[in-house]
């Protein structure tokens, strides 16, 4: 793994694209471990590297989607963990396929949200654009803070990530509990029509 991971180094950006693009849909290996490296050597090149690796991390999501997509559940059950495959359905029953923006953004690998999203037929264009917005706050973030903070960034990144995902599931309950007590009091409104 190490040996292939100093190859496409090598390569610089190509590699970056590399492995940001076959992560999407096969590799175990996170496009972050090129990415950070490259970044803190050059910060002035920090955003333009993580706008590459978003942009080749949505490209790759094409082949995953196209993956499950043609070869169905079978595929999804052999790749991709089952504890992912309830997590990714159930949000999907709940929000749709804008459920892969918050796979996207959620420490699931890619190629697992890509795949299933497949299987599932999430509409083309929603899966789009939850990828782009899931990948780029993934990958802009660690671009952005590297810009500005250098080496400091690391500890930045590691924390922010970890206090973004808890506020982030904090602002997912609080939604959760606020458009179910609007249904409650939507349904009590028609209880009342109905019975007047």
Known sequence: MEQLIAWLESYGLVGLFIISFVESFF???????LLIPMALADP??????SIVAT???VLGGYIGYGIGFRLGLPIM???????HVDTIHGWLE????WAIW?????????????????????NIFVFTIASILGRAKRFLLEGILIYYYGDQAVELIAR???????GFLFLVAVG??????????AKQRRRGEDEA
């Open 102 to 122: 918050l796979a996207a953004m959620a420490p699931i690998p890619y190629k697992f949200t890509s795949i299933t999203a497949g299987v599932f037929k999430v």
């Open 77 to 83: 059950k052999k790749v991709v963990p089952p504890q």
């Open 27 to 33: 590799s175990p290996i996170l496009p972050d471990v």
């Open 160 to 166: 922010y990530t970890q206090d973004f995902l808890h």
């Open 55 to 57: 942009a080749a991390s």
């Open 176 to 185: 959760l509990i606020y458009f179910a007590w609007r249904k409650y009091k």
């Open 94 to 97: 709940k929000y749709g396929g």
């Open 44 to 49: 002035s090149q920090a955003i333009y590297y």
